[in-house]
């Protein structure tokens, strides 16, 4: 039995939230990806872990569009496992992640991963060249059938159904451009998919192992796939703990871990940090009111990170080449803490390359 403190602090650890410096080869959440969502993203996540990014190129890490056809960043060498990776587990799994797209697939008798595989087939078919996005989903209309097309009246015009489109770019061999906006895909040189992804890449394993104590629903919930299919794949060598009540499961390499984890630091994490995507959101917040705050329906806020609790908000503003943070406290913060909050907010304006007007903590 353990409660919601240990449980963040072995989360804090396994995820290197207090450490001061990694490299690429030994960060652990490029195992499950590092979503890249705004200014603040897959970057500024791997800064905040002691990883120097300030020469970071594509020859070293490879973006793609897989969970939740999110973009995540991978290391590059681990390209043809992550595809085995986040390959769907069935072909009802594929159904879920593909959301509205899967029915009239199923109207016309088309199987929801024979759909990736022919949309995958087409991409590569297009992308001989650097591409953008909009010029793939305009060649693709004209290539697939009705099935796979839907009328867009924002702007006019017919096109392949979002979610098939991105997570076939990866059947394909495809990645997203670093730095480019709109996307621009091309292919990834000498891709060849893994037949399967091994137990480090894993992404029920992973997420337990960066996540955990978890539910098989925690799991489902955030690879937006089947619980029954989770289940199913639910990895043997665990054990029950029970977390404020709940029972949930913990690899059992990672005990020892969970019982002696001290996550302590200050953080400032980005709105789409892997700790915050922790489907349990009760444990990370426990507060409705502070919750709905950080998890807004548009405009997600970063959270300020203090010895594995989240402390506050957190949003940037910017007026020329300088930067000013402005911080919604939840608790009153002490001056030692206002102290590594400026620190953290000099770190994330140099990161941006710019200055650091002042940290706001009136807001």
Same mark, same amino acid.
């Given at each position: 039995?353990?409660?919601?403190?240990?449980?963040?602090?072995?989360?804090?650890?396994?995820?290197?939230?207090?450490?001061?410096?990694?490299?690429?080869?030994?960060?652990?959440?490029?195992?499950?990806?590092?979503?890249?969502?705004?200014?603040?993203?897959?970057?500024?996540?791997?800064?905040?872990?002691?990883?120097?990014?300030?020469?970071?190129?594509?020859?070293?890490?490879?973006?793609?569009?897989?969970?939740?056809?999110?973009?995540?960043?991978?290391?590059?060498?681990?390209?043809?496992?992550?595809?085995?990776?986040?390959?769907?587990?069935?072909?009802?799994?594929?159904?879920?992640?593909?959301?509205?797209?899967? @029915?009239? %697939?199923? $109207? =016309?008798?088309?199987?929801? &991963?024979?759909?990736? +595989?022919?949309?995958?087939? /087409?991409?590569?078919?297009?992308?001989?060249?650097?591409?953008?996005?909009?010029?793939?989903?305009?060649?693709?209309?004209?290539?697939?059938?009705?099935?796979?097309?839907?009328?867009?009246?924002?702007?006019?015009?017919?096109?392949?159904?979002?979610?098939?489109?991105?997570?076939?770019?990866?059947?394909?061999?495809?990645?997203?451009?670093?730095?480019?906006?709109?996307?621009?895909?091309?292919?990834?040189?000498?891709?060849?998919?893994?037949?399967?992804?091994?137990?480090?890449?894993?992404?029920?394993?992973?997420?337990?192992?960066?996540?955990?104590?978890?539910?098989?629903?925690?799991?489902?919930?955030?690879?937006?796939?089947?619980?029954?299919?989770?289940?199913?794949?639910?990895?043997?060598?665990?054990?029950?703990?029970?977390?404020?009540?709940?029972? @949930?499961? %913990?690899? $059992? =390499?990672?005990?020892?871990? &969970?019982?002696?984890? +001290?996550?302590?630091?200050? /953080?400032?994490?980005?709105?789409?940090?892997?700790?915050?995507?922790?489907?349990?959101?009760?444990?990370?917040?426990?507060?409705?009111?502070?919750?709905?705050?950080?998890?807004?329906?548009?405009?997600?806020?970063?959270?300020?990170?203090?010895?594995?609790?989240?402390?506050?908000?957190?949003?940037?503003?910017?007026?020329?080449?300088?930067?000013?943070?402005?911080?919604?406290?939840?608790?009153?913060?002490?001056?030692?803490?206002?102290?590594?909050?400026?620190?953290?907010?000099?770190?994330?304006?140099?990161?941006?390359?710019?200055?650091?007007?002042?940290?706001?903590?009136?807001?």
């Amino acid at each position: 039995m353990v409660d919601r403190r240990q449980v963040l602090h072995f989360r804090v650890h396994a995820q290197q939230l207090a450490r001061v410096a990694g490299t690429l080869a030994d960060t652990a959440v490029l195992d499950i990806g590092v979503q890249n969502t705004g200014p603040d993203g897959a970057r500024w996540a791997l800064a905040v872990r002691g990883v120097d990014v300030t020469a970071l190129s594509d020859t070293e890490v490879v973006l793609l569009w897989t969970v939740r056809g999110a973009p995540h960043l991978y290391r590059r060498a681990d390209v043809g496992t992550v595809a085995a990776a986040v390959a769907p587990f069935t072909d009802a799994d594929a159904g879920k992640r593909i959301y509205d797209a899967s @029915r009239p %697939l199923k $109207a =016309a008798g088309i199987g929801n &991963l024979a759909a990736l +595989d022919e949309v995958a087939a /087409r991409m590569r078919a297009v992308v001989t060249r650097p591409t953008v996005k909009g010029d793939v989903s305009g060649r693709l209309a004209t290539m697939l059938p009705e099935p796979y097309l839907r009328s867009c009246r924002p702007c006019g015009a017919t096109h392949l159904y979002e979610m098939p489109f991105r997570l076939a770019a990866v059947r394909a061999g495809l990645e997203l451009q670093l730095d480019t906006s709109p996307p621009i895909l091309r292919r990834i040189a000498g891709f060849r998919r893994a037949p399967a992804p091994g137990d480090r890449f894993d992404l029920i394993r992973a997420y337990l192992r960066l996540l955990g104590p978890a539910t098989p629903k925690h799991v489902a919930d955030y690879l937006d796939a089947p619980v029954k299919d989770v289940k199913a794949l639910w990895p043997r060598d665990m054990v029950e703990v029970t977390v404020d009540g709940e029972v @949930r499961s %913990l690899l $059992a =390499a990672d005990v020892p871990a &969970l019982e002696s984890a +001290d996550g302590t630091g200050t /953080r400032l994490l980005g709105p789409y940090d892997l700790f915050l995507q922790a489907k349990d959101r009760a444990t990370l917040v426990p507060d409705a009111a502070h919750a709905k705050e950080l998890w807004p329906v548009l405009g997600r806020p970063g959270a300020v990170l203090v010895d594995a609790e989240l402390v506050g908000t957190w949003r940037p503003r910017t007026s020329g080449r300088m930067l000013t943070v402005t911080v919604h406290p939840w608790q009153r913060l002490s001056g030692a803490t206002r102290d590594a909050i400026t620190t953290q907010a000099a770190h994330l304006a140099a990161h941006r390359a710019v200055s650091l007007a002042g940290v706001d903590f009136g807001g």
